[in-house]
Protein backbone atom coordinates (compact mmCIF):
# COMPACT_ATOMS: atom_id res chain seq x y z
CA UNK A 1 0.00 0.00 0.00
CA UNK A 2 0.59 3.55 -0.26
CA UNK A 3 3.35 5.03 2.51
CA UNK A 4 3.74 8.09 3.62
CA UNK A 5 6.58 8.80 5.85
CA UNK A 6 6.79 11.34 8.77
CA UNK A 7 10.10 12.44 10.01
CA UNK A 8 10.78 12.86 12.68
CA UNK A 9 9.11 10.86 15.20
CA UNK A 10 9.78 12.87 18.17
CA UNK A 11 11.54 15.89 18.64
CA UNK A 12 12.39 18.27 22.35
CA UNK A 13 13.40 21.25 21.41
CA UNK A 14 13.48 25.02 23.37
CA UNK A 15 10.60 27.39 23.77
CA UNK A 16 11.60 30.18 21.09
CA UNK A 17 12.95 27.90 18.58
CA UNK A 18 11.63 26.37 15.61
CA UNK A 19 11.05 22.74 14.95
CA UNK A 20 10.31 21.37 11.28
CA UNK A 21 8.34 18.32 10.32
CA UNK A 22 8.67 16.65 7.66
CA UNK A 23 5.91 14.57 5.47
CA UNK A 24 6.76 12.55 2.48
CA UNK A 25 5.04 10.20 -0.01
CA UNK A 26 7.20 7.55 -0.86
CA UNK A 27 5.63 5.85 -3.84
CA UNK A 28 2.98 8.01 -5.12
CA UNK A 29 3.03 11.78 -5.67
CA UNK A 30 0.11 14.03 -3.48
CA UNK A 31 -0.77 17.11 -4.69
CA UNK A 32 -2.41 17.60 -1.11
CA UNK A 33 -1.64 16.91 1.91
CA UNK A 34 -3.03 17.48 5.52
CA UNK A 35 -1.80 18.23 8.76
CA UNK A 36 -3.30 17.96 11.59
CA UNK A 37 -2.69 17.67 15.37
CA UNK A 38 -3.71 15.42 18.16
CA UNK A 39 -4.77 16.34 21.87
CA UNK A 40 -4.67 14.26 24.62
CA UNK A 41 -7.33 11.94 24.35
CA UNK A 42 -9.18 14.52 21.45
CA UNK A 43 -9.78 13.28 18.31
CA UNK A 44 -7.61 15.05 15.55
CA UNK A 45 -7.54 18.61 15.06
CA UNK A 46 -7.20 19.57 10.84
CA UNK A 47 -4.90 22.15 10.72
CA UNK A 48 -4.32 22.91 7.22
CA UNK A 49 -4.41 21.76 3.57
CA UNK A 50 -1.08 21.85 1.72
CA UNK A 51 -1.05 22.44 -1.36
CA UNK A 52 1.57 22.06 -4.17
CA UNK A 53 2.87 25.13 -5.40
CA UNK A 54 0.75 27.19 -3.73
CA UNK A 55 -0.01 28.54 -0.37
CA UNK A 56 -1.85 26.19 2.20
CA UNK A 57 -5.32 26.43 3.05
CA UNK A 58 -5.74 27.31 7.02
CA UNK A 59 -8.25 26.11 9.43
CA UNK A 60 -10.11 28.79 11.62
CA UNK A 61 -8.05 29.35 14.40
CA UNK A 62 -4.61 28.13 13.21
CA UNK A 63 -2.08 30.78 13.23
CA UNK A 64 -0.24 30.56 9.44
CA UNK A 65 2.71 32.74 10.47
CA UNK A 66 3.28 30.14 13.58
CA UNK A 67 2.71 26.83 11.77
CA UNK A 68 4.68 27.71 8.21
CA UNK A 69 3.41 25.39 5.72
CA UNK A 70 5.48 24.53 2.26
CA UNK A 71 4.47 22.20 -0.05
CA UNK A 72 7.23 22.69 -2.70
CA UNK A 73 7.21 19.38 -4.45
CA UNK A 74 4.71 16.94 -5.10
CA UNK A 75 5.99 14.27 -2.57
CA UNK A 76 7.21 16.79 0.22
CA UNK A 77 5.51 19.04 2.27
CA UNK A 78 7.24 20.74 5.58
CA UNK A 79 5.45 21.89 8.42
CA UNK A 80 7.43 24.44 10.79
CA UNK A 81 6.59 25.35 14.57
CA UNK A 82 7.95 28.33 14.61
CA UNK A 83 8.76 30.48 18.40
CA UNK A 84 7.62 27.44 19.57
CA UNK A 85 6.11 26.94 23.53
CA UNK A 86 5.19 24.44 25.68
CA UNK A 87 1.87 24.56 24.75
CA UNK A 88 2.41 23.80 21.18
CA UNK A 89 3.59 20.56 22.43
CA UNK A 90 1.59 18.03 20.49
CA UNK A 91 1.21 15.00 18.46
CA UNK A 92 1.47 16.32 14.97
CA UNK A 93 0.31 13.98 12.19
CA UNK A 94 0.14 14.30 7.87
CA UNK A 95 -1.68 12.69 5.54
CA UNK A 96 -1.53 12.49 1.74
CA UNK A 97 -4.33 11.84 -0.66
CA UNK A 98 -3.86 9.29 -3.49
CA UNK A 99 -6.92 7.99 -5.50
CA UNK A 100 -9.74 7.90 -2.92
CA UNK A 101 -8.11 7.37 0.30
CA UNK A 102 -6.35 8.82 2.63
CA UNK A 103 -2.83 7.53 4.00
CA UNK A 104 -1.58 8.61 7.14
CA UNK A 105 2.36 9.51 7.97
CA UNK A 106 3.72 7.98 11.70
CA UNK A 107 3.15 11.45 13.31
CA UNK A 108 5.58 13.74 15.27
CA UNK A 109 5.78 13.97 18.98
CA UNK A 110 6.81 17.39 19.75
CA UNK A 111 7.59 18.37 23.13
CA UNK A 112 8.44 22.05 23.98
CA UNK A 113 10.57 22.89 27.39
CA UNK B 1 -21.94 23.22 7.87
CA UNK B 2 -20.69 19.49 7.70
CA UNK B 3 -20.25 17.43 10.91
CA UNK B 4 -19.92 13.40 11.53
CA UNK B 5 -21.31 12.48 14.94
CA UNK B 6 -19.82 8.80 16.73
CA UNK B 7 -22.01 7.22 19.13
CA UNK B 8 -20.85 6.32 22.06
CA UNK B 9 -17.76 8.43 22.90
CA UNK B 10 -16.60 5.47 25.33
CA UNK B 11 -17.09 2.06 25.48
CA UNK B 12 -15.83 -0.72 27.71
CA UNK B 13 -15.99 -4.35 27.11
CA UNK B 14 -14.50 -7.85 28.16
CA UNK B 15 -12.97 -10.36 26.27
CA UNK B 16 -14.88 -11.85 23.58
CA UNK B 17 -17.68 -9.29 23.55
CA UNK B 18 -19.13 -8.21 20.22
CA UNK B 19 -19.44 -4.48 19.80
CA UNK B 20 -21.03 -2.17 17.32
CA UNK B 21 -19.65 1.68 16.52
CA UNK B 22 -21.96 3.74 15.05
CA UNK B 23 -21.02 7.01 12.91
CA UNK B 24 -23.98 9.31 11.34
CA UNK B 25 -23.09 12.33 9.18
CA UNK B 26 -24.35 15.40 7.77
CA UNK B 27 -22.61 16.39 4.63
CA UNK B 28 -22.99 18.20 1.84
CA UNK B 29 -22.16 16.47 -1.80
CA UNK B 30 -21.02 12.86 0.44
CA UNK B 31 -18.00 10.94 -1.17
CA UNK B 32 -17.26 8.30 1.02
CA UNK B 33 -17.20 7.54 4.71
CA UNK B 34 -13.54 5.68 6.10
CA UNK B 35 -12.87 3.98 9.18
CA UNK B 36 -9.62 4.17 11.34
CA UNK B 37 -8.01 2.78 14.22
CA UNK B 38 -6.16 5.01 16.05
CA UNK B 39 -3.74 3.57 18.67
CA UNK B 40 -0.81 5.62 20.35
CA UNK B 41 0.49 6.78 16.96
CA UNK B 42 -0.98 7.59 13.64
CA UNK B 43 -4.72 5.95 12.88
CA UNK B 44 -4.49 2.82 10.63
CA UNK B 45 -7.16 2.68 7.76
CA UNK B 46 -10.06 -0.27 8.03
CA UNK B 47 -12.75 0.59 5.48
CA UNK B 48 -13.69 3.30 2.98
CA UNK B 49 -17.41 2.35 1.82
CA UNK B 50 -19.24 4.06 -0.55
CA UNK B 51 -21.78 2.28 -1.56
CA UNK B 52 -25.10 1.49 0.66
CA UNK B 53 -25.69 -2.07 1.83
CA UNK B 54 -22.40 -3.70 1.40
CA UNK B 55 -20.77 -4.89 3.87
CA UNK B 56 -16.83 -4.81 4.23
CA UNK B 57 -14.84 -7.54 5.96
CA UNK B 58 -11.73 -7.75 7.37
CA UNK B 59 -11.52 -10.66 10.37
CA UNK B 60 -13.53 -10.26 12.94
CA UNK B 61 -13.85 -6.25 12.16
CA UNK B 62 -17.01 -5.41 9.57
CA UNK B 63 -18.83 -2.32 8.17
CA UNK B 64 -21.49 -1.14 6.53
CA UNK B 65 -23.10 2.31 5.12
CA UNK B 66 -26.80 3.44 5.02
CA UNK B 67 -26.76 6.12 2.79
CA UNK B 68 -30.73 6.36 3.44
CA UNK B 69 -30.31 6.84 7.39
CA UNK B 70 -26.88 8.83 6.36
CA UNK B 71 -24.87 6.54 8.78
CA UNK B 72 -21.88 3.66 9.54
CA UNK B 73 -21.57 0.89 11.75
CA UNK B 74 -18.53 -0.82 12.87
CA UNK B 75 -18.55 -4.12 14.29
CA UNK B 76 -16.08 -6.38 16.15
CA UNK B 77 -16.79 -9.56 16.76
CA UNK B 78 -15.04 -11.33 19.47
CA UNK B 79 -13.13 -8.75 21.13
CA UNK B 80 -9.41 -9.04 22.26
CA UNK B 81 -7.53 -6.76 24.15
CA UNK B 82 -5.35 -5.22 21.56
CA UNK B 83 -8.91 -3.87 19.66
CA UNK B 84 -8.56 -1.05 22.74
CA UNK B 85 -8.57 2.16 20.94
CA UNK B 86 -10.00 5.35 19.73
CA UNK B 87 -12.17 4.52 16.70
CA UNK B 88 -12.16 7.00 13.94
CA UNK B 89 -14.69 7.67 11.13
CA UNK B 90 -14.35 10.09 8.69
CA UNK B 91 -16.35 11.48 5.74
CA UNK B 92 -14.73 12.90 2.85
CA UNK B 93 -16.90 14.97 0.15
CA UNK B 94 -16.80 16.13 -3.18
CA UNK B 95 -14.77 19.14 -4.28
CA UNK B 96 -13.19 18.93 -0.98
CA UNK B 97 -9.90 17.87 -2.36
CA UNK B 98 -9.91 14.84 -0.41
CA UNK B 99 -10.20 16.69 3.11
CA UNK B 100 -11.88 14.56 5.59
CA UNK B 101 -14.21 15.28 8.12
CA UNK B 102 -13.46 13.56 11.17
CA UNK B 103 -16.07 12.64 14.24
CA UNK B 104 -14.63 12.58 17.68
CA UNK B 105 -13.76 9.26 17.57
CA UNK B 106 -15.45 6.20 19.98
CA UNK B 107 -12.70 5.15 22.88
CA UNK B 108 -12.82 0.91 23.06
CA UNK B 109 -11.65 -0.47 26.02
CA UNK B 110 -11.23 -4.18 26.08
CA UNK B 111 -10.67 -5.82 29.39
CA UNK B 112 -8.81 -9.09 29.66
Known amino acids: GAVVSQHPSWVICKSGTSVKIECRSL??????MFWYRQFPKQSLMLMATSNEGSKATYEQGVEKDKFLINHASLTLSTLTVTSAHPEDSSFYIC?????????FGQGTRLTVV | EDKVVQSPLSLVVHEGDTVTLNCSYE??????LLWYKQEKKAPTFLFML????IEKKSGRLSSILDKKELSSILNITATQTGDSAIYLCAVRVRGSQGNLIFGKGTKLSVKP
Open chain 2, 50 to 53: TSSG
Open chain 1, 95 to 103: SAIRVAEAF
Open chain 1, 27 to 32: DFQATT
Open chain 2, 27 to 32: VTNFRS
